[in-house]
């Protein structure tokens, strides 16, 4: 069965530090797109970076950067230079078949 | 511009109120998804909508009833609700149905529902 795993319900980081989210996925398509979305206090789903299981090189989106293992079947998302405005809930999720699967969550709280 | 845009941004009613959400989007996406989501946890999918026909409903209560009038607008009408249906409602577009290409879903801001 299709499902997304986000093992960490909160992480904290100073400010100006990388932080990385983990996010593992179970899949038997060959085919299968993965997402992280970031969802601030005020509601909003925040699309922040994708990556497609043919892609050979990890995604990048300005600071952020997604670290695929396709073998261990993980797609973490790495946050550089942390800012206090990333304190947010993020969301990893996969595309199977026509439907968005999402993980429970991470609530990242940036510290100064 | 991938701004999907949702009112109102908060509504009360009550249990015997019909009440609609509306999602607008001009970014010529072809597919639109309404989605609920309770606190601290990931939003549920609801409908899809692809070139204006209903493709998917999760076995979602007739008390929700979808509408899609026009490639840039998606309604959801609200009927007889329950305090438990109280959530926040989001809704997504994206380019087309996702596993058909460009797939990235863009969401609005939500609309936060509280049934009394």
């Known amino acids: ?4 795993t986000q093992t960490q319900p909160g992480m904290f980081v ?16 060959p085919s299968y797109g ?36 396709k073998a261990r079947k993980s797609a973490n998302l790495v946050i550089s230079a942390s800012q206090l405005g990333d304190s947010a809930m993020y969301f990893c999720a996969m595309r199977y078949t026509d439907k968005l699967i999402f993980g429970t969550g991470t609530r990242l709280q940036v510290f100064p | 511009d991938t701004e999907v845009t949702q009112t109102p941004k908060h509504l009360v009613m009550g249990m015997t109120n019909k009440k609609s959400l509306k999602c607008e989007q001009h970014m010529g996406h072809r597919a639109m998804y309404w989605y609920k989501q309770k606190a601290k946890k990931p939003p549920e999918l ?22 899609c009038p026009n490639s840039s607008l998606l309604n959801l009408h609200l009927h007889a609700l329950q305090p438990e249906d109280s959530a926040l409602y989001l809704c997504a577009s994206s380019q087309v149905l ?6 990235t879903q863009y969401f609005g801001p939500g609309t936060r529902l509280l049934v009394l």
Request: with cysteine; charged share 20%; net charge negative.
């Open chain 2, 98 to 103: 996702m596993g058909q290409g460009a797939e």
């Open chain 2, 46 to 67: 609801m409908f899809v909508y692809s070139y204006e026909k209903l493709s998917i409903n999760e076995s979602v209560p007739s008390r929700f009833s979808p509408e």
């Open chain 1, 1 to 4: 069965a299709q499902k997304i």
């Open chain 1, 34 to 69: 993965l997402f992280w979305y970031k969802q601030p206090s005020s509601g909003e789903m925040i699309f922040l970076i994708y990556q497609g299981s043919y892609d050979q090189q990890n995604a990048t989106e300005g600071r952020y950067s997604l670290n695929f293992q």
């Open chain 1, 14 to 29: 100073q400010e100006k530090e990388a932080v990385t989210l983990d996010c593992t996925y179970d899949t038997s398509d």
